[in-house]
């Protein structure tokens, strides 16, 4: 079985030959666990109800990776965005700035990030960021070409950055996220009205050839956008420095 608590999991946990004493202390965690998801259910609905009033969660869902819990974690610990005046400060206020150590008139060395702000945001920007990497699009390709140089934890730590820069302009502009894919959106969207208590209705499913000829085309879509990423970071650096910083000589 995949899950202990599910059905299959149950048959076989009521199957198992234990002593009395034992045989209740299963009984007694399996209400537990009843309990508490009866719980996270009813929490999870509330959450859906208020991710279907806020634009702002709807729109960070476009990002592939992001679900529902990345999307109000964010948007509860960093309220309006407006507050900050650059993607640098909202950077800064979850803690995924690097430290900047200078001493005289030496050079600049960054170190590890600040770690300051709200850890509950971090966690989530790197666990969104970690799904994001497993889809084709530039930011796989962005995490791919700096893991190859600096390790998979720096990568995914600045593939959190980014993330953290991408939801700054989303929410600024008042736009979706331009690489996503619609389907995974409308899936994600089609979740949360569920959990809300919208009452399943009958039509096209995802498993239809229909839906996966759509699933497939943008997939490909991805995949281009993603070398095209690729070739215009490789045309970038092959560039002089001088031409790169916009100081011609």
Not at 86 to 106: A, T
Not at 128 to 147: K, N, Q, S
């Amino acid at each position: 079985m995949t899950d202990i608590f599910g059905r299959a999991g149950r048959d076989w946990l009521a199957r198992l030959e234990l002593p009395g004493h034992e045989h209740r202390i299963v009984e007694s965690c399996l209400r537990e666990v009843d309990f508490l998801s009866l719980e996270i259910a009813a929490l999870e609905s509330e959450l859906a109800k208020l991710a279907l009033n806020s634009d702002e969660i709807r729109r960070l869902m476009s990002v592939p990776g992001v679900s529902l819990v990345s999307a109000a974690t964010f948007v509860a610990v960093v309220g309006g965005v407006g507050r900050f005046r650059s993607p640098k400060k909202l950077v800064g206020y979850v803690g995924l700035d690097p430290k900047v150590r200078q001493s005289g008139e030496q050079a600049a060395r960054h170190g590890r990030i600040s770690k300051q702000g709200s850890s509950a945001a971090r966690q989530m920007l790197c666990e969104a960021a970690w799904i994001a990497v497993r889809t084709p699009g530039p930011l796989r390709a962005f995490y791919e070409r700096l893991r190859a140089r600096r390790g998979a934890q720096i990568a995914l730590v600045a593939t959190a950055r980014k993330l953290c820069v991408l939801f700054w302009h989303l929410l600024t502009r008042g736009q979706d996220y331009a690489f996503g894919r619609p389907s995974l959106t409308r899936h994600k969207l089609r979740r949360l009205e569920l959990m809300a208590g919208d009452p399943p209705r009958r039509g096209q499913r995802s498993g239809s050839p229909a839906s996966k000829r759509e699933q497939r085309h943008e997939r490909e879509l991805s995949e281009q956008v993603e070398q095209a990423y690729r070739r215009l970071v490789a045309d970038r650096q092959q560039q002089p420095q001088t031409e790169r910083c916009g100081c011609r000589t």
